[in-house]
C-alpha cells in the first residue's frame, strides 16, 4: 500500500561519487527551460471549457514520469548508471541497467492511485514504468577476483538537458519525486534486512554541479533518505541561503537539500561554492547507495523512483 506520509528528514547531504568533471558550457538560463508541465484537473468533455490549471499545476515542471520506457528524460536528459570498476576505486560492484548500456525502465505492478475525491498532479491515477537501480555491493575480498574496494557503491543518474550542460535551477524551491525499495533491498535501512550499516544506511540523492571544486570527495548538494518498500513520495527543500543541516534527523519526508556532513570544509580549505551556486550550475540529478558492503560482504540493491518534478520558486 502505498504511503504519502508527511514525514520529514532532515537533511544529510549527498556526496555522490562517479559525478562528471565540471562542464565548460555556459550556463542554461532558468527561461531556456520547459514551460510549467499543466495537468488539467478534470478531463474535458465536447463543448466544455478547459479547466483552469491551478496554481500548484502551473508551477511544475516534469523531469520525468518514465511512463514513455525511454532512457530519456522530459528535460531531453538521458539516464545513464554507474559502478565503481573504474578508478580510483577499482571495484566489482555489479550494476543494473549496465553502465555504458541501454537504460531501460521497469514495469510496476503495484502503483497505488490517489484515494477518491482526492487530486494532485504529482499524485497521478496510473503509472506504468519507473527507473530502478538493480545490482550487488561487493565489499573488500568479495567478488570476481575479490578485489573490491571500501568505498563501493552503485548509482544512477538522469541529465538536465541533451548534452548535459550546466542548467540553473535557483528559480526552483523544491524537486518532488516517489521512491521505493524492493522487499530484498539491504540499502535502505527501513526493510529491516538484518545488515548493520556501515556508512548510515540509505541513498544519496543530489544535484550534480558542475561549479563543485571539491571533486576529490565528490559533494554535491543533496540529501540521504531511506525509502520503505511502499511507494512514498519525497519533497527535497533546496535552500541556497543556508548551508545545510550537517545532523541526520529521520522524522518526515521532507527532505532539506544540504552539504554532505559538514563537508564546506574540505582538505584544502573552505568548499567556495555557495548552496545557490551550487543550484545555479546543475547537469544532473543523482541517486546512489550511500551504505557500503564490508569486508567480506556483499549487499542487495533495489531502487525505484519516479514521477519527478521541479516545483517554480513562483
Not at 191 to 205: C, L, M, V
Amino acid at each position: 500500500m502505498k504511503k504519502v506520509t508527511a514525514v520529514i528528514l532532515s537533511l544529510a547531504i549527498t556526496a555522490f561519487i562517479f559525478t562528471a568533471c565540471a562542464k565548460k558550457n555556459p550556463t542554461m538560463p532558468l527561461s531556456s527551460m520547459p514551460a510549467a508541465i499543466v495537468i488539467a484537473s478534470a478531463v474535458p468533455t465536447p463543448g466544455a471549457l478547459t479547466p483552469t490549471p491551478t496554481p500548484q499545476e502551473q508551477a511544475l515542471v516534469l523531469v520525468d514520469n518514465c511512463d514513455g520506457d525511454t532512457n530519456q528524460n522530459q528535460l531531453k536528459g538521458l539516464w545513464t548508471s554507474y559502478d565503481d570498476n573504474s578508478p580510483p576505486n577499482f571495484g566489482n560492484s555489479v550494476v543494473l541497467p549496465q553502465k555504458g548500456g541501454h537504460f531501460t525502465m521497469s514495469f510496476v505492478t503495484d502503483w497505488i492511485a490517489p484515494p477518491p475525491g482526492t487530486y494532485s498532479p504529482t499524485w497521478p491515477e496510473t503509472n506504468v514504468y519507473a527507473a530502478r537501480l538493480q545490482g550487488t555491493l561487493n565489499g573488500v575480498n568479495y567478488g570476481p577476483g575479490k578485489g573490491g574496494c571500501q568505498y563501493n557503491l552503485i548509482g544512477m543518474e538522469t541529465g538536465t538537458n541533451y548534452t548535459s550542460s550546466p542548467v540553473d535551477f535557483s528559480g526552483y524551491r523544491q524537486v518532488i519525486f516517489w521512491a521505493k525499495v524492493g522487499t530484498d533491498d539491504q540499502i535502505s535501512v527501513k526493510t529491516g534486512n538484518g545488515h548493520s550499516p556501515i556508512s548510515g544506511g540509505g541513498y544519496r540523492f543530489s544535484l550534480v554541479s558542475s561549479t563543485n571544486p571539491n571533486t576529490a570527495n565528490f559533494d554535491n548538494y543533496g540529501a540521504t533518505i531511506n525509502p520503505p518498500t511502499e511507494w512514498t513520495q519525497f519533497v527535497c527543500n533546496f535552500t541556497p541561503t543556508d548551508p545545510g543541516d550537517f545532523g541526520i534527523s529521520f522524522v518526515t519526508n521532507n527532505v532539506e537539500l544540504g552539504w554532505h556532513d559538514g563537508d564546506l570544509v574540505t582538505a584544502t580549505g573552505v568548499n567556495t561554492v555557495s548552496p545557490l551556486g551550487a543550484i545555479s550550475h546543475v547537469t544532473a540529478l543523482e541517486m546512489q547507495t550511500k551504505q557500503s558492503a564490508g569486508t567480506d560482504q556483499a549487499l542487495t540493491v533495489d531502487l525505484w523512483i519516479d514521477s519527478i518534478y521541479l516545483v517554480r520558486a513562483n
